[in-house]
């Protein structure tokens, strides 16, 4: 067997083991539901719009401030999909509350956070 063949078929076998290793990374991701992603414009959007949703994010009277960025966490936008979601308590965005955790979409769900 020559050098050049052996060489071709590492780099080849290489290769393939990357690609399934990012798919098998990109898909944990997918399903893991709550954190990672950037959701900046989300947190933005709660936090200017905060008087219609706090109600929406807080049953009680309690905790009824503003809140801040570190308050927040990003949820993966597939994690609504199968979700219903609240009745329209802003027109920017889309709120949803899944298994007692309540979090609101972009309109076009690329980007997710809740408190």
């Known amino acids: 067997m020559r050098m050049s063949t052996v060489c071709g078929c590492l780099t080849m076998l ?11 990374v990109r898909g944990a991701g ?10 900046s414009e989300v947190k933005r959007q709660i936090t200017r719009n905060w008087i ?6 807080r049953d009680d009277d309690q905790n ?3 809140p801040k ?3 927040f966490f990003c949820v993966s ?8 979601q609240k009745s329209a308590v802003s027109f920017d965005l889309k709120c949803y509350t899944v ?3 309540s979090f609101c ?8 956070a809740g408190l």
């Open 14 to 24: 290489l290769l393939i083991m990357i690609l399934t290793l990012s798919s098998a």
């Open 30 to 39: 997918f399903e893991a539901g709550f954190g990672g992603g950037s959701c």
């Open 52 to 57: 219609q949703l706090k109600s929406f994010f």
């Open 64 to 66: 009824l401030k503003r």
């Open 69 to 71: 960025s570190r308050d």
């Open 77 to 84: 936008p597939s994690y609504a999909r199968n979700a219903m």
């Open 99 to 101: 298994q007692g955790q």
């Open 105 to 112: 979409c972009d309109s076009r769900l690329e980007a997710c």
